[in-house]
């Protein structure tokens, strides 16, 4: 089994081509459709080494998740990927804040998005 990941995201089709792209790259992958069923699935699983999560999302946005993880003594170092849009410039500010290891602009393609986690992880 590959290095676990969570992506966090309430679309569905951005979170399964994330899902797609980063199984095929040999990750785990488990996932949650917004900040607090991200949460709920960081709680089951003991061995998530890295986050990948949205930011505009109902319920629990990613910035207030980000600062939830960062509050989780397992999860005080885990990378935390941003994904976000290229207006988001604030937002990128405000997920830094949070405590997020960095983000990736969306549209990116499957090897951009290997390349970074690969580099997180490794
Ligand atoms: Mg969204």
Known sequence: MGKKILIVDDSNTARASVEYTLKKGGYEVVSGDDGT????????????????????????DGIEFIKHVRQIDLHKYTPVLMLTTESQDEKKMEGKAAGASGWLVKPFNPTQLLDVVKRFLN
Do not use: A, C, Y
Request: aromatic residues 0%; charged residues 20%.
């Open 37 to 60: 069923t991200g949460l709920e699935t960081l709680s089951q699983h003991d061995n998530i080494e890295m986050i990948i999560t949205d930011l505009n999302m109902p319920k629990m």
